[in-house]
């Protein structure tokens, strides 16, 4: 059983940074791909980036390219997603989510359906 609790959110003017947190309890870290997801007022949840069980590959969505990192503290069990410049259209409620892989090398799954564990969700809101 994988546990996952984010934390981070809160309210920023535009141009301004955040960075979630997303502490994972169990199992998470090894041999999974841990995902940063998030899901907008009347739209569907997307993926933002995501980070292998090796920690070699990482996704960015087109949209955070260049402002957001996602990176991985496996000492310490946790994920992280560093986020600068950020706009209105960042708004959303951001969501940890973790699937079990294969093998270190497996590239994470794109589609929320596939990804087992979810956190609570953190809120991130941008005001202009």
């Known amino acids: 059983q994988v546990q996952l609790v984010e934390s981070g959110g809160g309210s920023v003017q535009a141009g301004g940074s955040l960075r979630l947190s997303c502490a994972a309890s169990g199992s998470a870290f090894r041999g999974y791909c841990m995902g940063w997801f998030r899901q907008a007022p009347g739209k569907e949840r997307e993926g933002v980036a995501y980070?292998?069980?090796?920690?070699?590959?990482?996704y960015y969505a087109d949209s955070v390219k260049g402002r957001f990192t996602i990176s991985a503290d496996n000492a310490k069990n946790t994920l992280y997603l560093q986020m600068i410049g950020l706009q209105p259209e960042d708004t959303a409620m951001y969501y940890c989510?973790?699937?079990?892989?294969?093998?270190?090398?497996?590239?994470?799954?794109?589609?929320?359906?596939?990804?087992?564990?979810w956190g609570q969700g953190t809120q991130v809101t941008i005001s202009s």
């Open positions: 980070i292998n069980a090796g920690g070699g590959n990482l």
């Open positions: 989510a973790a699937h079990a892989t294969r093998n270190w090398n497996e590239k994470c799954a794109s589609g929320a359906y596939e990804y087992r564990y």
